[in-house]
């Protein structure tokens, strides 16, 4: 009886998140045994070079000798109390300094973090409607797991079963970059509005790249009707800079939103602002949140390190974009050599490469015309090759500094072989 066999007969689809079914390059999952800087070993020791990267927090590479030898000497000292330690106050200390906000929440998971960042916006405003954007995934909570429906304004269906109308009936959705469609539902439910929430780079549709000006104007719009704005950068914080991306559009949100590498890639999130809104939480004020493994030792130590390396080592984002620029050319001039119908897009160091589009990618309604089919003989042909990308063209391609300047041409060679065998 094969891995997956086994795994069907005790786990849901034999996975533990729908992203590693491989379901839509019709794979059954590849199961990891290990792994060591840019690469990945399977449980049939194929050797993969990694372009997931666990979804983001692997930044440094995997088993970055110095840092693995710290977390075994923390394994020492104990993994969890259930009461507070000094790491969750460093880390806390790093993360608001890095980010310019007053105080910070641990929890366990980016969906933790959102939805609490939610509740406390609720609860500071006293109002009860939120505003999302369609392709912009905020964690599987029910209030945000929601699809607009064909742009009307309206109140949207929920995207899963299990999640009743009436959890979602405050939720509206908006079209990513486009600021009218904002204002016409702010202007209709304004009085109504709790909090705006948003990927200010959205890469849970593939990476969409914001218009700068349709970030200031969100800003601008949220602050004049008392709504706050969040910004989830569950994926972005950290990762494209260290700190949050609002640097880069100039422009500060009342909420934040984080997780991947703040736990070192151990389960965790956070979400931070403003000291007035902060104080809101328990044991303060009203707003309540709790959780036995939040601030957990563990992930607190092992945050801790891997950003005080990024901190003291910023030379590392420098790196990453300049490899996802040679990256993202490569591919084009791939592309357009080859005559493919295809679509790099890009923001940093984070890329996707959409199939069946040649036009500019700004919101869902592109994402959408996206073909499937060549994307997934491309997955399968450059995984042949030895490169193991999201088994899906709606994620992020994700570097480490761990991929040095020959993986990156090697990355190239095999695409251009790959786009020919699809052609």
């Given at each position: 009886?094969?891995?997956?066999?086994?795994a069907?007969?005790?786990?849901?689809?034999?996975v533990?998140?729908?992203v590693?079914a491989?379901?839509s390059?019709?794979?059954?999952?590849?199961?990891?045994?290990?792994?060591k800087?840019?690469?990945l070993?399977d449980?049939?020791?194929?050797?993969y070079i990694d372009?997931?990267?666990?979804?983001?927090?692997?930044i440094?590479?995997h088993?970055k000798?110095?840092?693995?030898?710290?977390?075994?000497?923390?394994?020492?000292?104990?993994?969890?109390?259930?009461?507070a330690?000094e790491?969750e106050?460093?880390?806390?200390q790093?993360i608001?300094?890095?980010t310019?906000?007053?105080?910070?929440?641990?929890v366990n998971?980016?969906?933790e973090?959102?939805?609490?960042?939610?509740r406390?916006?609720?609860g500071?405003?006293?109002?009860?409607?939120?505003?999302k954007f369609?392709?912009?995934y905020?964690?599987?909570?029910?209030?945000?797991?929601?699809?607009?429906?064909?742009?009307?304004?309206?109140?949207?269906?929920?995207?899963?079963?299990?999640?009743s109308?009436?959890?979602?009936?405050?939720?509206?959705?908006?079209?990513?970059?486009?600021?009218?469609?904002?204002?016409?539902k702010?202007?209709?439910?304004?009085?109504?509005?709790?909090c705006?929430?948003?990927?200010?780079?959205?890469?849970?549709?593939?990476?969409?790249?914001p218009?700068?000006?349709?970030?200031?104007?969100l800003?601008?719009?949220?602050?004049?009707?008392?709504i706050?704005?969040?910004?989830?950068?569950v994926?972005t914080?950290?990762?494209?800079?260290?700190?949050?991306v609002?640097?880069?559009?100039?422009?500060?949100a009342?909420?934040?939103?984080?997780?991947?590498?703040?736990g070192?890639?151990l389960?965790?999130g956070?979400f931070?602002?403003?000291?007035?809104?902060m104080?809101?939480?328990?044991p303060?004020g009203?707003?309540?949140?709790?959780?036995?493994?939040?601030?957990n030792?563990?992930?607190?130590?092992?945050?801790?390190?891997?950003?005080?390396?990024?901190?003291?080592h910023?030379?590392?984002y420098?790196?990453?974009?300049?490899?996802?620029?040679?990256l993202?050319?490569?591919?084009?001039?791939n592309i357009?050599?080859?005559?493919?119908n295809?679509?790099?897009?890009?923001?940093?160091?984070?890329?996707?490469l959409?199939f069946?589009?040649?036009s500019?990618?700004k919101?869902?309604?592109d994402?959408k015309?996206?073909d499937?089919?060549?994307?997934e003989?491309?997955?399968?042909?450059?995984?042949?090759?030895?490169?193991?990308?999201?088994?899906?063209?709606?994620?992020?391609?994700?570097?480490?500094d761990a991929?040095d300047?020959?993986?990156?041409?090697?990355?190239?060679?095999?695409?251009?072989?790959?786009?020919?065998s699809?052609n």
């Amino acid at each position: 009886m094969n891995l997956f066999t086994r795994a069907k007969k005790v786990i849901p689809g034999g996975v533990n998140s729908p992203v590693r079914a491989f379901g839509s390059v019709n794979m059954d999952p590849i199961f990891i045994k290990k792994a060591k800087g840019p690469f990945l070993y399977d449980v049939n020791s194929n050797k993969y070079i990694d372009y997931i990267n666990s979804w983001g927090p692997v930044i440094l590479g995997h088993g970055k000798k110095d840092l693995i030898e710290k977390a075994k000497k923390y394994l020492e000292d104990g993994i969890t109390f259930g009461l507070a330690t000094e790491e969750e106050v460093k880390l806390a200390q790093l993360i608001t300094n890095a980010t310019n906000t007053d105080m910070i929440r641990f929890v366990n998971s980016g969906t933790e973090a959102t939805m609490s960042a939610i509740r406390l916006a609720r609860g500071f405003t006293k109002r009860n409607k939120i505003l999302k954007f369609e392709g912009c995934y905020h964690g599987h909570s029910d209030s945000l797991l929601v699809k607009s429906g064909s742009g009307a304004l309206t109140f949207n269906s929920p995207t899963s079963e299990g999640v009743s109308r009436e959890t979602i009936m405050h939720t509206i959705v908006a079209r990513y970059n486009d600021i009218n469609d904002v204002k016409e539902k702010i202007e209709e439910y304004k009085n109504d509005i709790a909090c705006v929430i948003i990927e200010p780079v959205a890469a849970n549709m593939g990476v969409v790249v914001p218009d700068e000006s349709f970030i200031k104007d969100l800003r601008k719009i949220t602050e004049e009707n008392k709504i706050l704005l969040i910004f989830d950068e569950v994926i972005t914080g950290f990762r494209i800079r260290f700190g949050s991306v609002d640097k880069l559009f100039n422009v500060k949100a009342d909420l934040y939103c984080f997780g991947k590498i703040i736990g070192g890639g151990l389960p965790v999130g956070a979400f931070a602002g403003r000291r007035e809104i902060m104080q809101k939480l328990t044991p303060l004020g009203g707003v309540y949140q709790a959780g036995t493994l939040s601030g957990n030792p563990l992930a607190m130590k092992m945050g801790y390190d891997v950003l005080t390396y990024l901190k003291d080592h910023q030379e590392i984002y420098d790196k990453l974009d300049k490899n996802a620029e040679k990256l993202a050319l490569g591919f084009e001039k791939n592309i357009k050599e080859l005559g493919i119908n295809a679509k790099v897009s890009k923001f940093h160091s984070i890329l996707s490469l959409f199939f069946g589009i040649d036009s500019e990618i700004k919101s869902y309604d592109d994402v959408k015309n996206a073909d499937n089919n060549m994307f997934e003989k491309y997955f399968k042909s450059m995984l042949k090759s030895g490169f193991m990308f999201a088994p899906s063209q709606y994620e992020a391609i994700f570097l480490s500094d761990a991929i040095d300047d020959s993986i990156i041409e090697e990355t190239i060679r095999k695409n251009r072989e790959a786009l020919k065998s699809i052609n």
